[in-house]
Structure formats: structure tokens, C-alpha cells
């Protein structure tokens, strides 16, 4: 048997030796031959000198017999050992380790380096030849303290064997195993320590921690000392205190690998606990080179404690170091490997493969990543078509937008079924000749008949176009004519332009019962315009608004409009609560003027080079009437046009003459100007369609004063005066009409040279013409003093002629004589007043001579002046006076002081006709005030005599009226005076009670004298008393 | 009728009063010499000669015996009013401001400006005791967080006294106690006067921030507001009427009505400058002012005034 056994070759021996266990293979083959000896040796060589004892293995007694028997003689086999692994569940380790590893306590296997231990029972003996081992034997230990480790200490504990003590001894040897395991009498490079099944009652966990050493002195006393061999350490364990009391003795550790029984957070809810673990990890992250940290869940307790490549899994998915780190890692398993017997590596194949189904299993439910399944066959079906073939959809057939090509037909006969066919062929008839009509169709009410109107398509757009100029207007019958339009012009003729911004009625505050006029203030900085009613009582504000205007408000000649100025234009403003009615644009407009009639309004930017200097427009619609340049030569100036008093002309100097426009045409009348040499000036009369001109004087030709009628298209003159030696003419029209009067400069001498003439002895005289007279009688009055000013009186007969020089003087009145008396002018009264100017009431009667501030004199005087009597009704004064104005009315007038004329004290005041006043108020920095205008009375003339004839009928009403209105003025206001004063009234009886009260008191302080009546007492006890005043004394001579 | 003018001083008015009958009007001013003057006519009497320094205050008793005035000398003196002579002699540390008699005419009240470190001080006295025997009683108004006294009077019965302060403060002193009972700060502006009506139981204050302010003489209520443009520096009630008279500004003073409504009805114009005081006769048809041009002129009102009577 054996001869043929020896006849196999080596291979087959070790084929059949890697199907043994050490112990089989001793038992069977060991010490047959030499041979075999060698082959098993090279078996265990070549297994990484690794023997496992396990269940497998035999009993102890077996296993104890055959090496008592043969160790001795197996010595060779027992030297190339240098790794064990025992899997003690049914061997008692102990006995093994300490009589089989140690006889007698020399180590037989003299080249081990790593003991792997497993679920062996703690014995004394164990521990006791374990830390032999570890001080002076092993550089790797596993030890895997599972439930069985301690069962045997639990049986005793169970049977109540061990007292108290005993178990303490154990379990201080235990102890102090441990902490050798971490101290300086340790050699391991290399530890893996399991004490994830940590009973309670040992508690290794806390083996480490000094606090619980209470019981033992051994270990109080020892030195802490530390492993500085170890270099790789992996603990399963419960509690991260180990850890922290385990870091101080292993200050050389390089690679950590940690696994936690249950989930960190699980353990650690406990918060101290946490807390002293974050500390702990701290202190480790700064000390080692690297560790990793495995939260290892629904770990099994059997599983297997050595799942290296697991583990090693897990360490590089948990890695936290850096990348030397992991090189260092990635060793570390590898020369792990390599130290690990060959059993070992089969068992870790067969555990990794139970991983590794396990691994994949877990990394399929996490990678439940969705992946595209390009199954889906209706894939790219959202997609629009033009999406996926442009090219072809964009040949597609497209709806017409446009329907141009389509024409509406209205004023079509309405006919019923039967006659809509010869309808249809009648139509059709007319509009074949423009083109193919593709579609027609006629609308049909409920009682099937046409509606009167129809569609027709043609086949492009100018076919259409070319029908609806053709047949619009196409008369069918007498009854019937076509109104075409484009089909495409539907929704232009339909947009009916919006209607005009309803202002109401802008004539509304002609309505106000008691006519109460209005005026406007404008102040300046802050840009405030103030509409005032000038009510009985007092101005009531109207309407305030900060920069209603730029720089400065215009009334319309009638007062509809307030004009306010802006940079882009002209804005019109009108109605009861002054909202905007009318726009005029025109870029830099300074001044605008009004046609009188309100019916025109010319604005004028005079910017040079401007094309559109002058504007005229319509103010009812708005629209620009004509504009015309700027004329470089001719004087600028807000009536470079003037507007004959219908609005029917309006005319311009022009170089030669006369430009006179006419308002249909916007064109010269006669096409060409009115030629004039060497024209002066010229104005119209305010109610004829007459105007007066006259021509300066040009060398040898004198100077003329001209009245002229228009008559149709020619300029036919009526009366006309030659002058000679005129300096300058100003002609004057009287508001009605009924005069014209010039006011002449001439001289005696002239002097200088041509261009700048000097004039002296100059006399000064009017012309006067009578218009109303027949053949226009002309009087001539002759001045004497140098004119300041004149005024003709607005409806009358009167002229007021302010003479002198600075204030010295005199104001003379003329009356102009009329009928049979014309042609002569009889002065009437001279005044010596120190007064500038005279401004006539509207309607007459009425003159105020004013003095405005002059740069000799601040001026101020008003005098009211009844023209009836020359009497003067009273002086008033307002210093520093810039202008005065009469209302439209004639009732009031007001004279007022603005920025331009004084520094401060900007006010205007309001007086009556007679020169009382009614109201004050300053304005800081006043600008302008202007009454509102009226448009010109409505009755007649023999109607205002009636009413003047009547004037004793309508007094008492008025004043009832005025009274009414004075005393219920504001009974709001008043009411509250009567409040005020009801109060104070209280108040004062308040105190007449406390006076009486008090009143002994008083004249106990005053001796008894009671002063409260003295002073009544005296006042009417006192006699009249002569008292002489020495005033004068006079020598007198004494003469008997 | 146009007014009498009365060429007092050489330089401007600091204060006029008349005497409870009306017949004589006293004048101070920042000469040294107050004067005293027939109110009917515009004779002057006399002149009180003494002081050293401007007379910013002066005060006539109910009997017009006595006459005492505060002058920028640091002196208070009381004078005899028929002789001109000086009875008492009240010397203080810095320049006096305010004095005024007492309703029975024997308690005199005078205050001292605080100049020179010194606080401002007031001061009670009795005129019949000398000065050198009796102790006045004395309470410093810089130690009670007061500014100084810009003007004083008596109140009712001899009860309390008001003063006017720089910083527009109006106090109520409770004699007694000698303590202020009541602090108002109805003005911006120092109050510059302050006067009562006849029964003592209004008061008007005039300002510098151009309002004059009618009180009740007793709870210090506000009761009106008088505003002007121009700063107001004296400000008087009329017993005839619910007017009041307000001086002050560049050129003009108005008179107002008090009860009804803070508007303003008349306009006089005369002096050249401000006008400094005023002073309603106690008939209340004649009114004098004293302007900064050194001139009291005395105004009769008008017939048209004395009817006009606003009804509603």
C-alpha cells in the first residue's frame, strides 16, 4: 500500500493534502518518509504556514494525542507555522493553546506571528498564555470575543460556582490582558479586536477607562504605557468610549478601522456619551494618519469577524483622509493578505463569496437609478411636425391672414330666394370684369332674404383694390348706389375716432347768478397759479395748481381759455374745473395771440431760422391753420399779426406794405400785398373792417395818415392827412370804433445826420377822426407840454391827456365833439396830479389815474375820478404800483405790485369803482394777475338803456341781493364767530362773578376804597373843569 | 384827530404807563430820566432824577403816590410822585429788569438780570419798611432752571405773581409758598411783555416770534392766539372794548380784536421804527406808544372805532 502510495507524484499528495486538515494530514502522513515529510512541509509552506483548528478538527483528546505523540518528532513541520487559527466552538482553546502550543511553557511553533482566535471559552490559562504570546511572540492577533467567549464564565456564574472574587480574578485578568493588548508590553503590529458582543456583566468597554478600575489596585497602579508598535488596529465594538480611552496607548497607529454593532446615532442618543465620542474622534482625527469610521448595521452575530475585503470595502467607501491615505489603505489590506494563512485565505474566499452576493445584492436596491429603456415605441411622437421635417411643413398651404382680396359691397339691393340668383348674376356681372371672384356671399336674415350686402373674394389683393376704386359710388339704380370698401379696411372705418375730452360747458361761469367775475394770480417760485372768485364778501380760491404754466398764463379775449405756456406748446384750459380742452404743439412758443374773435390762436416761437415760426390754428379743432418763417427784417413781437375784428383778415407789415390774409384761404387776399412805401404802421379798427396806416416820411415825400376801407379784394382809402415833420405817429382806436385818434410827434428842427436824426422843438398834437360822422370829420388838438399818456374813453366821448414831465403833472380832460359840435375839442377840466398813467372803466364814466413806479419815484397814487364831473372820488395809495386793471365789468379794479417792480411786499389789492377797498392780500413774489375777460355784452343797446331807465326798479333787489349774500356770506363762519364769541362771552361772565366775589377782598388791600367804580364815580361826578394852558406870552405895552 | 406827540426821550421808550385814573402817563426810557406827563394835553410835569443808567421798568401804585422804576444802574428806586423826590433806594448786584407795584400799592416786586455769574434773582419788598431794615424776600429764579425774567406784574389780590422769560416761559409764583406753582412755554420767543386788562383777569404776553398769546390770569389757560409778521413787543387789552393793541415790528402796530376772531382790523402807522410799549388809557379812548425813535405819541381812537361794533 504504501509503496504504491509512494509511487504518486507530489502533485497528487498535495491535492490530497489541501483536502485534509492539519491534523489528518499529521495523522495520516506525517513521519511515513521522508518524502511526505517534505511535501508537507511545502504543503504548510506553501498554505502561508497557516493551521486551523476548528470543528472540524479533532477532539481535543484525539487532537492532544497525536501531537503529545508526534510533536516532538514534527518539529520541522511545527518551525514553518507562523499563523494559527482556531475556531474554538467545540475545542477547548485553552487546553489547546497552553499544551499544545506551549509544552510546558516553550513555544513550539517558533516562527508564529498571528493567532487567530474565535469563539473560545476565557479561561485563565487563555488569557494567561495569550499575553505571553502578545509580549513576546506575535506581531498580528485576532480576537473575536463573542458570545461564547464568556460562556463558560457565565455557566460558573449560572451554577454559582465562582463567588464574587473568583470571578473578579478572571475577570482582572482578563482586564489587565486587555490593557496590555494597548501597552508597552505588547509587540503586535497588527490587532483586530471584536467586542461588538460585550456582555454586560464583563463590560470590556470599560476595561480601558481608569474610572472603573475601582476595584482593582493591580491596575491603578500601573504606569500608562503605550503600544508604540501597533500600527493597524480594526475594533468592532458598541461604545466609542473604548475608542477614546484606546487612543491614548497607541500613539503609532496608522490606519484605524472602526465598526460600530448598531447605527452611531442609535447608540449614541444618549448625549454625554455622544459628546465624549465627538471628543474622542477629534483627538483621534488629529492623531492618526488615517482612520475610517463604519457604521455597520443589522450586523449577524455569527457572521464572521475576519471579512477582510469587506472591510476593506467599506474603509474605501468610507475613507475621509486624503489621498496618501488611501495608497496607505490600499495597501494595508494587501499585506494583510499576504501575512494570512492559506486556510484562512479558502475560508475568506467562501465568506467574501456570501459578501459578495450579499454587496451586489445591496448595490442593485441602491442603484435603483432609473436607465432609459429605449423600448418605447412611441418615442419622438410629441414632436410637431414641423419640428421633424421643416422643410416640407414650410410648403405647407398657410391661412391668409390678409383679406384684402376681399371687398364689401353695401347698399345692395335687399331681395328675397327667388331674385337673389338674377341678384347674384347682375353682381357678378359688374365685378367680372375686375377678376376672378372666387367666392361671393351674401348675408340672409331670418326671412331668407339679403340683408343688403355681400362679399366677394377675388383672387389677389389688386383685383380687389381696382374694384373698390372702380364701383365705389356704382350706381345700381336710382335707388341703389355701392359703397365699397376693402374687406381689409373694416376695422379702420369701424375705429371711430375717439370723441373729443367732454369739458362740459365752457361758458359756465357766465352763468354764475350774481356774475362774479374771476381773475387769476400768478405767483413765481413755487410756480403757483391761483383762480379767485371775487365774491362779495371776499375772493374765494377757485382752484389752485403748483406749475400749471412755465412761465406765464394768457385769458382768451373772451375768457373761455386760460392759456398756459409750455415747453412743448400751448395748453387751453377751460370749464368749470379748469380741465385741459386744447393743445396746441409748438416747440419754444413765447407768446401766442388771440384772433378777437376767439376763433384763431397764432403762436410764435421766434427762434432763428425756424421754418415754423408763426403757427396759426383753429382752437376749436386744433388744427394748424398755416405757419409761416420767420421774417429776419420785420419786428417780432406777440401782434406781429394783426386780426381784423370779425377775424375775417389778419395782416402783417411786410416790407412794402401790407400782408393781408384771408381767414377762408389762409392766403393773401388779391394774391399779392398791399404795396405801401415805406409804411410806419398800421392798425385795424376793433368793429370795421377799416384800418388806419401811416407812411413815414422818406426824404422829400412827407408823411401820411391814412384811414382805409377793405372792400373785397382792394384797400380802397377814405380819408387820409399829410404831415410834416414827424418824428412818430401812434394811432389809437377807441374800443367802439367811434374814434380814431393819433397822437403826432413833429419837430421844427432837425439836425444830425440822416441815419441818426436829432430832433428839437418838438410839438406834440392829436388827430382825431370822427368815425361816425359822415366823410370821417378829422380835428386836430395841439398839445403844448411834452404827452406821458393818453386814454380815450372806452364807450363815450372823452380823452384823458397826461402832461408833463416826472410827477409835475397835469391830467386835462377833452371832451371830442360829436353831431354837430364835431370838430371841436373842448378841454374840460385840468388837474395837477402826480400821476402817470389813466386807465378808463370799461364801459366809461369811470378813470383812475395811477402812478406807477417810475425810477424816479415808487409812485403809488390812485386816483378815482368820476369822468362825468371830473370829481375826484378818492385817493388811494399802493407803493411801488406796477399796474392797475379794471374788471370786465367795470365794478372793480385792482391795482397790484409785482416781482419785476419791487423787491417785497408783492400784494394786490382790490377797490371798488370809487376807490374804497375790498381786499388785500400780499403774494409773495406775485408775477401776473389778469381778470378774466367777457365775451361782449348780448343786449343791445336800446336794451341797456332800459335796464339804466329802469335802474330805480332793480336797485332795492340788488342791494336785497348784496345783503343777503354779505350776511349769509359764509354761515359757517360765521357761525363760528358767534361761537367764539359766545365763549369769550362766558369766559368774561366767569370772571365778573370772581371779580364780585373777590370785590371785598379788593378794597380790603386798597384801605377800604373801592377803585372797581371809582373811575365811573369820577366820570360822572367830575363837573367840567377850565383848566388855562399857558401857550403864548406877549409882551405888551401898557397904555392907560 | 391826529396825535399828540410827546418828545420824551433822547433815546428810545423802554416802557409808559398810566396811572389808574388815566390823567397821568409815565415814561421810561434808555436815557436816565423817566418822566411824567398829562395824558389830556401831552405836558410834561416832571422827571424822576436819580438813575445812572437806562430805566428799563417802571410802575406806578393805585394812588399815584408812589412810582418806582428798575434801571440797568442796578439800582431799584421808588419815587414820590408829586415831588419827583426818591424815597427808597434798592441797590442790587447786576442791572434790574422788572419792577411793579403791588395791587394795594405797598409790596413792590423787582427782578435782576443774570450778568456777570451772578444768578437772577427776585425780589419781594414793602415799600413802607427802608431798605436797609427790612429783609425783602428773595428767590432765585437761575436756581430753580429758570431763565431770566424778561417781565413780570401782580396778580389777583396780591395772590401770585407771573413772570415772562427769556426762553418764552410764563410762571406763576404762589407768594405764600414762594414757590412757582404753574410753568407754561406758550412762546417761542422771549416774551418781551406782558400786561393785564383792567380787572386783572386776563393777560396778554407779547413775543419776539411774533404772536401775542391771551391767557387767563389765574390757570395761565391759553385762551388766544394774535399773529403777526413782525415781532411783537408790547401788547395791550382795552377795558372798553374786546380789542387788544399789539406794538412792535419796523413801522406799525395793530390793533386787533381780541374776543371774536385773531384778525386783524386796523392798521396805525406813525413811528419811525418799532414801537417798544404801549399803553391803553383806562377809558380806553386813547392809547400811547413808544417807539424806538424816542416819541410817545398818544392816539385818540376814532369816533368810527368807538361805534364800530361788529354784530352777528
Redesign the interface.
Known sequence: MINKLENLPNEIFLMIYSHMTLFEIIESFCLLNKRLNNIIYFKFLMNKNGIVINKRCLSFNKCHSIITSKINDLSFILNCIQSIYIDGIYVNCSDIISEWIFHSKILRFINLKKVILRKCYLTENLIENLSLLIEYQLTELVLTFDNDVFKSYQCQRLLRIIRHKQRSNLMLMFEEFIRKLFSNKCHLTSLELDISNDDTCVNIHKFLSLSSNINSDVIHNEIVTHCKSLRYLKIDLIDGSFLENLIEHVPNLEILSVQFKYTLMEKLSDEPQMKRFTSGIISWYTKTFSYSITKKTNIMPEQPFDNDSTGEQQQQQQQHADQSNNEFDDNSPANNNEQSGDEEEEEDDDDDDENQTKGDEDEGKEEVEPTPDFSDEDYGADFPDDVLCPELMAERPKEHESLNNIIVVDNLPKVDQVKLEKLKAVISKVYSKFGVCRNEYYPLDEEGKTKGYGFFEFQNEQMAIEAVKQTDGYRLDKNHTFSVNLMSDFDRLTQVPPEPIDTGNLFSWLAEPDAVDQFAVQSDDPKKTTIYSNALSQPIVLEDRNKWTENNFVWSPKGTYLASFHEQGIAFWGGKEFRQVQRFAHRGVNYIDFSPGERYLVTISPRPNNPEAFIIWDIITGQKKRSFPLDQHSSQGPSYFKWSFQDQYFAKQGPDGIYMYDRESFQLVDKKPFKIPSLADFQWSPTDNRLAYWTAEDGNVPARLVLAEVNGVRLEEVRSKTLFNVIDCKLCWQKRGDYLVVKVDRYTKKSGEKNNPKYSGLIYNFEIFHMREKNVPLDTLEVKEMIQSFAIEPVGHKLVVITGENLRTNVTFYKMGQGQKSGKIEPLKVMTQPVTTSIWAPNGQYVVLAAMKTGQSAGGQLIFVDANDMSIMSKQEHPDLSDVEWDPTGRYVTSYVTLWNAKRDHSFKIWTFQGNLVFEKSVERLVAFHWRPRPPSLLTEDMIREVRRNRTVWTPKLDQRDRILRTGESAKQQEQRRKQLDEFQRLKEKNVKRLAIQKQQRAQLRGGVDTDSLFEQQASNVGEEVVEFLIKTEEVEYKP | MKPILLQAHERSLTKICYN???DLLFSAGKDKFPSVWYS??G?RLGSYNGHNGAVWSIDVN??STAFVSASGDSTVRVWDVQTGRERNLYQLDTPCRCCAFS???NMILYTNDDVMGKPCEMYLTDIRIRPNEGSSVRINITQKGLRKVTSSLWG???EFIVTGHDNGELVQWDIKAMDDVRREKPHQGQIIDLQTNK?L??LISSSKDCTAKLF?IETLEH?KTYTTERPINSAAISPLK?HVILGGGQEAIEVTQ????TEEFARVKGHFGPINTIAIH??GKSYASGGEDGLVRIHYFDKDYLDYDVV?
Open positions: 389808574r385814573e388815566g389830556i394835553n405836558e393805585w394812588n395791587y394795594d400799592g389777583t389780590l396780591d380787572d383777569t386776563f387767563d385762551l374786546d381780541t374776543a371774536v376772531r383806562p377809558d352777528y
